[in-house]
Antibody, heavy 122, light 107 residues
């Protein structure tokens, strides 16, 4: 069964950093792209960041709201995806989902993790 | 940025009825449109991809249609477990975007 499990969430002060990890299992990690989607409390879904597979140079895309603050990366040898979040703001608060894309260059968001809660507050 | 507008915001129906949810794009997304279902406290689940294809394990009562800018998710004969929030999503252009959601509630 395909699984994605996020970790690393928690309470952090504005301006500080946090790194989320996405542990995956039961599929060939390197064959897929990954994305992070977040959801503020009581709000809708917002795409955050995306990373292609090795064949596509592990190139990345970012939402304007997080560009230059967040960094998405992957370690195919460990089947892990990451989201490094710097200079955090209160508006970054929410549940962060790690999501598999069904192609290594992008595609549909076919499997989602259960989410990690990030709270940015002093 | 492509804006997806979902309507209605809330849909109140009874089990056994048919639900029709709409998603309109501010410009053409071809058929690169997907639908997701989210229940309280859960992650979203892929229902329909590429406008009209059911994802693995999705019951046949769920169907999608449309292309270009106008899309529809139809749920025939609503089951109690279908009452949830539904989001559309486009992957045609960066940034990928989601609609604001339609809440399907029990009447």
């Amino acid at each position: 069964e395909v699984r994605l499990v996020e970790s690393g969430g928690g309470l952090v002060q504005p301006g500080r950093s946090l790194r989320l990890s996405c542990t995956t299992s039961d599929f060939t990690f390197g064959d897929y792209a990954f994305t992070w989607v977040r959801q503020a409390p009581g709000k809708g879904l917002e795409w955050v960041a995306f990373i292609r597979g090795k064949l596509y140079g592990e190139t990345t895309e970012y939402a304007a709201s997080v560009k230059d603050r967040f960094i998405i990366s992957r370690d195919d040898s460990k089947s892990l995806a990451y989201l490094q979040m710097n200079s955090l703001k209160s508006e970054d608060t929410g549940v962060y989902y790690c999501v598999r894309c069904d192609r290594d260059y992008g595609g549909n968001l076919d499997y989602w993790g259960q989410g990690a809660l990030v709270t940015v507050s002093s | 940025e492509i804006v997806l507008t979902q309507s209605p915001a809330t849909l109140s129906l009874s089990p056994g009825e048919r639900a029709t949810l709409s998603c309109r794009a501010s410009q053409s997304v071809s058929n690169y449109l997907a639908w997701y279902q989210q229940k309280p406290g859960q992650a979203p689940r892929l229902l329909i991809y590429d406008a009209s294809n059911r994802a693995t394990g999705i019951p046949a009562r769920f169907s999608g249609s449309g292309s270009g800018t106008d899309f529809t998710l139809t749920i025939n004969s609503l089951e109690p477990e279908d009452f949830a929030i539904y989001y559309c999503h486009q992957r045609s252009n960066w940034p990928i975007t989601f609609g604001q959601g339609t809440r399907l509630e029990i009447k």
